[in-house]
C-alpha cells in the first residue's frame, strides 16, 4: 500500500498492530506516524506511550518487552524502529525466531512501526512481515501526487497558488528531475515560501523567484545551448561561473550528463508517436518539464545525443580513474557537444 491507502485504513478505524515502512521518503513516514499517533495514543500521553528504538544494533529482547507492556490511559502504545537500527541486518538466530514468534501474534495494544527502506525479501522477518503485518511503500511521489501534496500543505496554510506559479514551484524544487530531491526539501521550500509572503493569502511568481532562485540545473540547459550553437566561449564561461559559485568539476559534468539523458530519453518517446503527457507519464516527469525539455532540445540532433552519451561514459570512466584531469575532462566534453 501507498501513504493514501494508509489514510484510508486509518479514517476506516482500520489500524493494523505491524507496519514495515519502506522506500526513500521515510519523511513522508514521519508524517504518517504522527497521524497514526493522533488516533491511538490520547492527546497529552504521548510520553508516556511512544517509545523509538534508533541505535545500531537494538536489544530485540528491550523492543519485545516495550511492545508487550500495556499503554497507559491510552488506546495503544507505539513502537518505533528508525532505519539507523538496521532490523534487517539481525543475524542472531535466537532473536530473528523471537522477533518472529511475536509478528506471529503481535500484542492488540501496541502499534508497531518498522522502517527498512529497501527490504530483503529473502529475510525471515519480511515474509513475516509482509504475511501478518502491512507494509507501505514510501516512494518518491510522481507529478499529480507532489501537487496534491502541495495543495493540502498550502490549504492548511491558508495559502493559494495558480497555476502557472504552482508549475513554477514544482519546476524550482528539482523534486521531480533530481532524484536526490525528497519531500522534506520540498517541504522546507514551503515553510520558507509561506513565513516570506506573511499575512497575504497569494503566491506570486515574484515571491518564487527570490525565495527559491534558479538552479544549476536551469544553468546547465543553457550552457548546452551555448554549446549545441557554437558558442564555447559562452559554454565555457558558464562553466567558470559555476566553479566560482562553489560547483565542483563532477558535480557540473554529472548533472550535463543527466540533462543529455533526459533530452535523448524525451526526443525517442516523442518520435516514437507519443504526446507529451504520455512521455510525461513514462518518464515520471510533469508535462511541463517534459515539454521545457522537448522546446530546449528541439535543435539537437538524436544522433548527437547519442554521441554524447557514449563520450561521457567514456571521459566519466577516465576522470574517475585520474587518466584525466577533471576540469580538462570536463571542457573538453562541452567541446564536443554539436
Not at 509561506?194 to 515571491?207: C, L, M, Q
Not at 535523448?264 to 504526446?275: C, E, F, N, S, W
Amino acid at each position: 500500500m501507498n501513504y493514501k491507502e494508509l489514510n484510508k485504513d486509518i479514517k476506516n478505524k482500520g489500524i493494523g498492530p505491524v507496519y514495515l515502512f519502506t522506500g526513500a521518503e521515510s519523511y513522508i513516514g514521519h508524517m504518517m506516524e504522527k497521524t497514526l499517533m493522533a488516533n491511538v495514543i490520547s492527546k497529552g500521553l504521548e510520553a508516556l506511550n511512544l517509545t523509538i528504538f534508533t541505535d545500531k544494533n537494538p536489544d530485540i529482547s528491550e523492543i519485545l518487552s516495550t511492545c508487550e507492556t500495556l499503554p497507559l490511559m491510552s488506546e495503544k502504545r507505539m513502537v518505533i524502529i528508525r532505519e539507523p537500527a538496521q532490523i534487517g541486518k539481525i543475524s542472531d538466530k535466537r532473536e530473528i525466531d523471537c522477533f518472529a514468534a511475536y509478528l506471529e501474534n503481535p500484542s492488540p495494544t501496541t502499534l508497531l512501526i518498522i522502517y527498512w527502506e529497501q527490504p530483503d525479501k529473502r529475510k525471515k522477518l519480511y515474509k513475516i512481515l509482509q504475511k501478518k503485518g502491512k507494509i507501505v511503500n514510501y516512494e518518491k511521489l510522481d507529478a499529480r501526487d507532489l501537487e496534491n501534496w502541495i495543495k493540502r500543505r498550502l490549504k492548511i496554510a491558508g495559502k493559494t497558488l495558480a497555476r502557472r506559479e504552482m508549475e513554477l514551484f514544482i519546476q524550482r524544487s528539482l523534486y521531480l528531475t533530481n532524484e536526490n530531491k525528497n519531500m522534506e526539501m520540498v517541504d522546507h521550500d514551503l515553510n520558507k515560501m509561506i513565513d516570506y509572503v506573511g499575512d497575504r493569502i497569494d503566491i506570486t511568481k515574484e515571491d518564487i523567484l527570490l525565495i527559491m532562485p534558479q538552479t544549476i540545473e536551469d544553468g546547465v540547459f543553457k550552457m548546452i545551448d551555448y554549446a549545441m550553437a557554437g558558442k564555447k566561449g559562452q559554454a565555457l564561461n558558464m562553466l567558470n561561473q559555476f566553479y566560482l559559485e562553489g560547483e565542483s568539476p563532477f558535480g557540473v559534468f554529472s548533472l550535463l550528463l543527466r540533462q543529455v539523458r533526459m533530452l535523448l530519453m524525451v526526443k525517442i518517446y516523442t518520435q516514437r508517436g507519443l504526446p507529451a503527457k504520455e512521455v510525461a507519464s513514462e518518464m515520471k516527469l510533469a508535462p511541463f518539464i517534459v515539454n521545457k525539455i522537448l522546446k530546449n532540445g528541439k535543435n539537437y540532433p538524436t544522433d548527437n545525443l547519442w554521441k554524447l552519451i557514449v563520450i561521457g561514459a567514456e571521459l566519466d570512466a577516465q576522470m574517475k580513474k585520474g587518466e584525466i584531469d577533471q576540469n580538462f575532462g570536463l571542457e573538453l566534453f562541452l567541446m564536443k557537444i554539436s
